[in-house]
């Protein structure tokens, strides 16, 4: 089957890859291992990051000033987030929002950072006041690669090397000691 021409927004790409920038997509499969998305493109106002806790957001601030400076509706954003992260409910969960426009918005939600995975994993209430000299916790090499692999999608590397070391340094300034094998 020939590639398919559009006047819309028309770009092939690899079967699994998602496509950024974009709201809505039609797929027509060329081969088995190609595929072409002709999209109706919205042009992206711009990117909004928040840390909200999980499935207990509200339109108060820090949601509120952030959304509405960009005349988003608030609580459509919160009851979806709210919706979405309902099952991770005491955990910190960003989410990036996409912001078109037409004042109409797209998001999706990350794992938790780093530091709160370290916390959780320690039990511990606050890290350490001052890195390099209190030490708050002892993380061995495999709970920093069991970390490091869980973190890995949200990360700017596909190495789990460099996430290793993403996962050390976050502990170091934290105050938590990792063991060197």
Do not use: W
Request: charged letters at 20%.
């Amino acid at each position: 089957m020939d590639n398919i021409i559009c006047y819309t927004a028309c770009t092939t790409f690899q079967r699994g890859r998602k496509p950024e920038g974009f709201s809505k997509r039609l797929l027509f499969f060329n081969s088995p291992s190609r595929f072409s998305i002709i999209m109706s493109v919205k042009k992206i106002k711009t990117l909004v990051k928040l840390n909200l806790p999980a499935g207990e957001a509200t339109a108060a601030p820090p949601v509120g000033p952030a959304l509405g400076q960009h005349g988003l509706p608030i609580m459509e954003f919160v009851k979806a987030y709210n919706e979405r992260t309902a099952k991770l409910k005491g955990q910190t969960i960003p989410a990036v929002i996409t912001v078109y426009e037409d004042r109409t918005f797209s998001f999706i939600t990350k794992l938790p950072p780093v530091a709160a995975m370290i916390k959780k994993l320690l039990s511990l209430a606050k890290a350490g006041g001052k890195a390099g000299h209190d030490v708050a916790g002892k993380l061995t090499r495999a709970q920093v690669k069991e970390i490091a692999t869980t973190k890995l999608p949200d990360l700017n590397t596909d190495s789990v090397d460099a996430a290793v070391k993403v996962v050390e340094g976050t502990a170091r300034s934290m105050g938590i000691q990792v063991e060197s094998s």
